[in-house]
């Protein structure tokens, strides 16, 4: 008997009659003699919706009854799931995440989990229950407050509840039936992946891959969890994700997709005087904001003037934040002006094979000088290739590469609008 | 420094700007310089909506699951009042029943309070916190599951936080501006009641009016909590109930009101053999189902058949089940048949008074029959008189005995519709 972790996102479960096929789903894994431990995001727009509310009565609303407000969403789905898996005459029990025992640090809103005590799923289990879990959610292993897992937290609940289960697959099911050599909504020939190492899918996931969250997959690393990304509206076999890199053999595809991105933003502080340690205080500025930056690009110093530029991405959501306390600092460091563009977009290559094979860099290049797009910034890894672009040659810049690299498929991909939490 | 516990209904919290007035009352309760504990049923319909959803997935839901989606409504609305208290300016936090030490039996969907231990409520309150405290929930003691308290389960909260919390007083904010002599619906020339001793609530409470549900007086009587009745909607005085019967001087007000009830229907057992223990019989086959039953009248024996007839009258609720409870004994008991009837009304007359007037019976009954009324059971305590009457009569009935009995205010009543649980 195997034990099976299921995680349904929020648009498989915008309705009751969604609701019923999931639990259709679930009630068959359970008939096939498995154990089986499912995991629910909130209905379709629920999370949406009480963060409007909460916009209404508070614009500025504290994180910790952030958590409280949105965190009844899981509760709701995943009662209502336990209902209609009863109706079908199967045995479910749902638990919050605070019974289900998922213990967080107190970081409202987007906490980390520090450690899973499953003993009351467990002992659900040893009884014959399919156990429901409310993704996304846990408590807090301080001021035992509710807290949250920030985004994609309900795909992590899931993979952590595998780890400390010791189960034998966490199933992700979303609205594509697994992870394609590129988003099959601008490549419509991209070739679905039947298995994908853990590092690509973290190189996929880091690069704006949607299908599967970047904490998720690093957890499912870590503890040796495999994931298997279904599609919740058919039964095709999915993309498993799990093993490394390092197991593939030579003949394997050297290349895995091309990943995109269109959430970042660019901002490029103009003469920066070229003197020791100031590069430091800009980006020590914004590490102290608490903002994440991806690539970075410092333009070769040395001209007459003295001056160089700095240029480096981070998410739109920090933009203007970032702006503003750099602003702070013009007197200070005495550059001349901090400019802000949010018409970029990413486009990045992974793949393990292009370790061993030193062309894969001129190809990537030469495919989009054909295309006519123009390279911003680049920045490599051992396994990936990204670079930085005008947001309106990103499709573009997608299809070529993947034509370059000769990654189609034989077989259409389904594509459904929405996604999960 | 006063401690008030303020309990708010879910029409008042039906949407974002009367969630903004709510808090608006409590920042100025707590501004007055008052600690503030605040219990608030779920918003508007949200259970209702709930359980909609419920009935789709699973026409009988389990009731642990149902505790379980139904508890989530009262955790969003308790946090968008906290939210809304923060963007006032004074300091808020929400915690669950069971973060609350709301802590009750495992009978779900009716669940009953063992114990309230508020220490996390305490220690807020001490920190300067204005406390929120989700209604009509706990946590059983034995299996750690979510509960609910069942009807009225809100008010209940509120009244058994105020006694553990030994707080001054407990206000339950509802659609009318307290207890008046009759539905002012029914009379518009009900006089608002300025006081109402526990004794008398409660009687007013079992027959029918709505303002306060029967549980909660009984707790705010076990432990001498104040319950002062006050509309949402604007600042009158409201009513207060506290102290006893036997407080009240001789020139008090002899009749205190009308209530009335159209929830219960009638059952008939006809041609029942008049023999010992048959209609204990009867009685144990209706407990046994876990129905409660409210009058009952047996015909007087004695005729020359040697049968006789068995009334009584139940909650409209539970009558097709003990109907079909009881058509089972026919051949055991050999009766001749149960009628069932739900078109009968309840009226009764509540007064401390009536102990020392032995005319009230009288005038009561000739008010009736003035008024063309006929009675079908009657019923008394010693502070109450209750008759059943035909369902159409009972708006006249009750104006034919608030007249009789001359219990007119000199103000008109301000009604609104919905109320909360």
Do not use: W
Request: hydrophobic share 40%.
């Amino acid at each position: 008997m195997a034990l099976v972790v299921q995680k349904y996102g929020g648009s498989s479960l915008e309705s009751a009659d969604r609701i019923k096929r999931v639990a259709d789903r679930i009630v068959r894994t359970r008939k096939e003699g498995n154990d089986v431990v499912v995991v629910c995001s909130a209905m379709g727009d629920t999370t949406d919706e009480l963060t409007d509310l909460a916009q209404q009565v508070n614009p500025v609303p504290p994180e910790r009854e952030m958590d409280m407000l949105l965190t009844a969403g899981e509760r709701i789905s995943n009662a209502l799931v336990a209902m209609a898996i009863e109706s079908k005459g199967a045995e479910a029990i749902s638990f919050t995440g605070s019974q289900a025992g998922v213990i967080t640090t107190a970081a409202h809103q987007n906490a980390r989990i520090i450690d899973v005590t499953p003993g009351r799923v467990r002992q659900a289990l040893d009884e014959g229950y399919i156990v429901l879990v409310a993704g996304f959610q846990g408590v807090a292993q301080d001021t035992k407050d509710i807290t949250t897992l920030g985004r994609g937290g309900s795909d992590t609940t899931a993979v952590a509840l595998a780890a400390a289960l010791n189960a034998d697959v966490c199933e992700i099911y979303t609205d594509v039936d697994g992870v394609y050599t590129a988003d099959p909504r601008i490549v419509p020939s991209a070739k679905h992946l039947q298995q994908v190492p853990y590092e690509e899918m973290l190189e996929l996931a880091a690069t704006g891959a949607k299908v599967l969250m970047l904490r998720c997959v690093e957890y499912a690393r870590r503890y040796g969890v495999p994931i298997h990304v279904r599609s919740s509206y058919n039964s095709k076999p999915g993309t498993l994700v799990t093993g490394s890199v390092e197991d593939l053999s030579v003949e394997q595809a050297m290349i895995t997709g091309v990943s995109h991105d269109r959430s970042e933003a660019k901002i490029t502080v103009t003469g920066v005087p070229d003197n020791l340690g100031v590069a430091g205080k800009i980006f020590r500025t914004v590490a102290d904001a608490e903002i994440d930056i991806d690539m970075v690009l410092q333009n070769v110093s040395g001209t007459s003037s003295g001056r160089t530029d700095i240029t480096f991405t981070l998410s739109k959501t920090n933009g203007p934040r970032a702006v503003s306390e750099l602003e702070k600092l013009k007197g200070e460091l005495g550059f001349e002006q901090v400019r802000y563009d949010d018409h970029v977009g990413k486009v990045s290559l992974v793949g393990a094979g292009m370790r061993s094979h030193p062309g894969v860099t001129a190809t990537f290049c030469e495919a989009l000088a054909n295309a006519g797009v123009n390279i911003e910034i680049i920045n490599t890894s051992e396994i990936r290739i990204s670079v930085l672009i005008r947001d309106e040659e990103l499709d573009t810049a997608v299809r070529a590469i993947h034509e370059a690299f000769e990654l189609d498929g034989d077989e259409e991909a389904v594509v459904y609008a929405g996604s999960g939490r």
